[in-house]
């Protein structure tokens, strides 16, 4: 809960991985309140406030989860929101001419794009969800130890870049604007 606010506020691109994540991780406990408090919970929070905060957060991303269909797989609608804004943003930043670091970023990554969306068969999902599924798959083969090749790496790298990027427009779009309230909660 505290981690999500951080990477929130800090970069949006580590906050919607760490959601992606949490996501699997709460179907990994079946969608249940009681594992989740055993595992996630009590090892993590000291106090009965910090408890009871934490347990109404997870409890309330469950019924999300299940109120959206989404207990097997995809992402909750909040997750997919925030994919919209970002892709709003990055079609933003391409018409600028002021934002030519970030235009340079997306040439030199189009093509590890257009690589990623052909082996996955999916065309119908936006640059901005393929660099993001890409980056998410590669995080979990890391953490499977499953050897990645060195064009996967290549490409992770330079999606990476591009992402970061992002973020750091992201955050400064919504400081820039005085969007406070875009920043609290979860």
């Given at each position: ?20 994540q949490l996501e699997d991780i709460l179907r990994s406990y079946e969608l249940d309140i009681d594992k989740v408090q055993q595992f996630l919970i009590d090892p993590v929070y000291h106090t009965e ?138």
């Amino acid at each position: 809960m505290w981690i999500a606010r951080q990477k929130k506020k800090e970069n949006i691109a580590e906050y919607l991985l760490y959601m992606w994540q949490l996501e699997d991780i709460l179907r990994s406990y079946e969608l249940d309140i009681d594992k989740v408090q055993q595992f996630l919970i009590d090892p993590v929070y000291h106090t009965e406030e910090e408890r009871k905060e934490a347990r109404d957060w997870y409890e309330g991303l469950i019924m999300m989860m299940k109120s959206e269909g989404v207990q097997e797989k995809g992402h909750l609608q909040i997750n997919k929101n925030l994919i919209l804004d970002l892709t709003d943003l990055h079609l933003r930043l391409l018409k600028d001419p002021g934002k030519s670091a970030y235009i340079g970023a997306y040439y030199n990554t189009l093509p590890h794009i257009v690589a990623l969306r052909a082996k996955s068969g999916n065309k119908d999902i936006s640059e901005m969800e393929t660099c993001f599924t890409a980056l998410y798959g590669y995080l979990l083969l890391k953490i499977q130890r499953k050897e990645i090749s060195g064009e996967t790496q290549a490409a992770i790298a330079q999606v990476t870049t591009l992402l970061r990027l992002l973020s750091r427009q992201y955050k400064t779009s919504g400081e820039e604007a005085g969007k406070g309230e875009a920043w609290s909660g979860d």
